[in-house]
Each structure stands twice: as C-alpha cells, then as structure tokens.
C-alpha cells in the first residue's frame, strides 16, 4: 500500500495504511469463513500421514496470523496438529527472503537438509530454495505461469495416482509411514 500511495501521489499516512490492513484483514477473514473452503487435494491427507509417522509439520506464510486463522478454520484444517505455525508477525522480511523458512527451522531445531517445502508460488519457492531446503511446487490457478524452474518437483497436487505424495516424502528421507 505504500508504493501504491507513492506511486499514485495519494500521501497515505503510515497510520491510515495500517488501519486500512487492519480493516482489510477483518472482512478478508469473515468472508474466508462464510465462503465454503476446501484445502487443496491431498492437503489434508499429508498431514495426516505425516503427524501419523512422527514427521514434523508446519506452515510457513507471509500473511498475518488472523488471516491464516480464518482459512485454516475455513478450510479445516487444525493448526494444533502443527510443530510450528510461522506468520508476518514472527519475521521482519517476509517471503521471498528465506527468514520465514529460515526461523521455522529454528524453531523445529532441524537443518534444511531435514525438511522439505511444499509452495505453491515463485515467491514462496524462493524463499524456500534461499533457505537451501528443497521443495515442491504445486501451482496454483494463479501461478501457473510462474517460473518454479528451482523446485525439486513440480506436481499439480499433493496426491499422486497412487495416493498421497507424503509416501514418496518418505522415502525420500527414509523414514516408514504408517498405512
């Protein structure tokens, strides 16, 4: 909103700017929740997986805690079942920097080469690739035409022919998920 206000000549006060995101988020959410919202494929699923077989699990965003609140909830998914939930809130630079990635590694005291992404823009992936961790990318309808050339896999889903891609997670770090 700054550049915007500077590029336009609007002379938005910092104050106004932040009562505008403030408002912004407020109805940004309430519509989240009135609006019938479903993760997407195998979202759910992986999670489930993953929890199951004691793998880690996290969500890392640039967007702000209330905003995350209202989709997860919207889309039901728990953010109890999570080891780490990293927001706008818990960083000072937000994706594409590697901080997010960078201070939920921190926090679930483990090295890049443990963990894995999974993203959904370039900006995102960026920051998940800047954090030397190697990702997945599964655009969405507004990113497909999106430069994801960096991540170690490009699928439309999280769920393969076979079943849900966190068997093929797995595998790749060698650890037994239960069936």
């Known amino acids: 909103m700054r550049l915007l206000s500077d590029a336009t000549g609007a002379a938005l006060s910092d104050a106004l700017i ?13 519509m989240v929740k009135q609006e019938v919202s479903f993760p997407r494929p195998g979202v759910i699923e992986a999670i489930a997986a993953a929890k199951q077989s004691g793998i880690l699990c996290g969500i890392v965003t640039s967007t702000q805690r209330a905003n995350i609140d209202a989709i997860a909830d919207a889309a039901g998914v728990d953010l109890g079942d999570m080891d780490v939930v990293v927001t706008q809130e818990d960083v000072t630079a937000g994706k594409p920097s590697p901080e997010p ?18 993203e959904d823009t370039a900006a995102s992936l960026q920051s998940a690739v800047d954090a030397r961790i190697e990702t997945i990318a599964t655009p969405g309808a507004y990113a497909l035409d999106q430069d994801f050339r960096f991540a170690s896999l490009v699928a439309p889903s999280l769920l393969l022919e076979d079943g849900a891609l ?14």
């Open 18 to 30: 932040s009562n505008i995101h403030v408002h912004k988020t407020k109805l940004a959410g309430a």
């Open 101 to 118: 990635y960078l201070f939920a590694l921190e926090k679930l005291g483990i090295r890049p080469a443990e963990a894995i992404a999974v």
């Open 166 to 179: 966190i068997q093929a997670l797995a595998a790749h770090f060698k650890v037994k998920v239960a069936a």
